[in-house]
């Protein structure tokens, strides 16, 4: 089994800068999408960014020209790099992998325990 472990999130002002990092405990096998969803108090878990097939970056419109993702692959860690961040980004961030951890191993949803960030005054 393979876990995802996030850091990186905590209190920032109104635009400040955050990373977020997502670590896996070893190497995906196959990796089909992955990416950062949020989910404010109240509100739905929703998508952030997300990397699919290529490496294709896709961002939700609220975040897009401000937030990008990327991976480290030699070292199964992928980032968010939060930029110019607004009140409304406040949540608790989460990392998710859709991905097979060997040949044969039915495809599974990975989540991490999810880090919270704060964007206050």
């Known amino acids: 089994q393979v876990q995802l472990v996030e850091s990186g999130g905590g209190l920032v002002q109104p635009g400040g800068s955050l990373r977020l990092s997502c670590a896996a405990s070893?190497?995906?096998?196959?990796?089909?999408?992955m990416g950062w969803y949020r989910q404010a108090p109240g509100k739905q878990r929703e998508l952030v960014a997300t990397?699919?097939?290529?490496?294709?970056?896709n961002y939700a419109a609220s975040v897009k020209g401000r937030f990008t993702i990327s991976t480290d692959n030699p070292k199964n860690t992928m980032y968010l790099q939060m930029n110019n961040l607004k009140p409304e980004d406040t949540a608790v961030y989460y990392c998710?992998?859709?991905?097979?951890?060997?040949?044969?191993?039915?495809?599974?949803?990975?989540w991490g325990q999810g880090t919270q960030v704060t964007v206050s005054s």
């Open positions: 998710n992998a859709d991905a097979s951890t060997a040949p044969g191993v039915r495809r599974d949803t990975y």
């Open positions: 070893k190497s995906f096998f196959v990796i089909y999408a």
């Open positions: 990397l699919t097939g290529g490496a294709i970056p």
